[in-house]
């Protein structure tokens, strides 16, 4: 089956820094969504982004589908952001379910 | 937002006793999923529901667990005999077709065997 990698699996940053976290796939997808795991366990979509560039406040994903990898991108990081970020996908062929990736854990310190 | 609601948020049980998880997808989605999360592991699928039948399972989903749709808005899954390793946050999800639109998921309901 297709297999999803993440990278890296561990960040620390101060609060107010950039980063960058990625996601490489091993065969082509047609739906990629990032998903923010929080504190509590509830798993927040933040992006629905099979290709291409999106947008969403501090945040930001762009998926390039051709070379099977996606990168998130959080700029200005708060405390909040803190948490494991997964990256999950979906193959035709497997049609009816999501593979997730084994997550990043972000860790923001004050 | 509509949203995929998840009871009981925590549920606490004995071993060999049957457990049934609760779910209310989001009204007008007709994929429904179940996901398994052991703590600090990543997110693994358990089984997709469409038409009041499974349409895919894992190996984690041996004879065990079942999945039904009793009504119009209810999505349950049940354990019929719990085991130590089953343990876990659930969590059911829904989307509105099967390939080219995102999942929501709930927020889990966290599964205590003792």
């Known amino acids: 089956g297709i297999q999803v990698e993440q990278s890296p699996p561990d960040l620390i940053l101060q609060e107010g820094a950039n980063s960058t976290l990625r996601c490489n796939f091993s065969d082509s997808v047609n739906n990629l969504q990032w998903f923010h795991q929080n504190p509590w366990g509830q798993l927040i979509n933040l992006f629905y982004i099979p290709s291409g560039t999106k947008q969403n406040g501090r945040l930001s994903a762009t998926t390039v589908a051709t070379e099977r990898y996606s990168l998130l991108y959080i700029s200005s990081s708060q405390t909040t952001d803190s948490g494991v970020y997964f990256c999950?996908?979906?193959?035709?062929?497997?049609?009816?379910?999501?593979?997730f990736g084994s997550g990043t854990r972000l860790s923001i310190r004050p | 937002e509509p949203e995929v609601t998840q009871t009981p948020s925590h549920q606490v049980t004995q071993m060999g006793q049957e457990v049934i998880l609760r779910c209310v997808p989001i009204?007008?989605?007709?994929?429904f999923y179940w996901y398994r999360q052991i703590l600090g592991q990543k997110v693994e699928f358990l089984v997709s529901?469409?038409?009041?039948?499974?349409?895919?399972k894992s190996e984690i989903f041996d004879d065990q667990f079942s999945v039904e749709r009793p009504d119009g808005s209810n999505f349950t899954l049940k354990i019929r005999s719990t085991k130590l390793e089953d343990s876990a946050m659930y969590f059911c999800a829904s989307s509105e077709v099967s390939n080219n639109s995102p999942l929501h998921f709930g927020n889990g309901t966290r599964l205590t065997v003792t």
């Open positions: 529901f469409y038409n009041n039948e499974i349409s895919e």
């Open positions: 009204s007008n989605h007709l994929y």
């Open positions: 999950a996908v979906v193959r035709y062929s497997s049609a009816s379910k999501i593979i």
